[in-house]
């Protein structure tokens, strides 16, 4: 019986560890973020598109007050971020989302 469980576990972790290791996957999700729409938690928990986060707005996702914002789009973010976050910035973010394939 326990080496059964045991059996069950060892599985469990390799599937779980083969999942977490495909970030295609993941990226493929991200295909057409947009800074309208997607949530900052999206944009960051994918490697492609943290990048383009870490180039144009690099303390974004180290920010203090990050879990209070990761809900919400860079627009939205944008009117509350005291000038970190102009149109000018999304909308160069928004290019480099664009050339995600």
């Known amino acids: ?3 059964k469980i045991a059996a069950g576990l060892l599985g469990l972790t390799l599937a ?3 999942m ?3 970030p295609a996957f993941a990226q493929a999700a991200l295909v057409g973020a947009s800074v309208e729409t ?3 938690a999206d944009l960051a928990a994918n490697p492609a598109t943290k990048a383009v ?3 144009h707005v690099p303390p974004l996702t180290t ?7 990761k809900s919400m789009s860079l627009k939205a973010l ?3 971020s005291q000038g ?5 910035i999304i909308a160069a973010i928004q290019a480099d989302l664009d050339k995600i394939k």
């Open 53 to 55: 986060l870490d180039k």
């Open 16 to 18: 779980l560890g083969s």
């Open 78 to 80: 944008e009117p509350m």
């Open 1 to 3: 019986m326990k080496s």
């Open 63 to 69: 920010h203090p007050a990050f879990d209070q914002f």
């Open 84 to 88: 970190a976050l102009t149109s000018d």
């Open 20 to 22: 977490a290791a495909a």
């Open 38 to 40: 997607t949530p900052i």
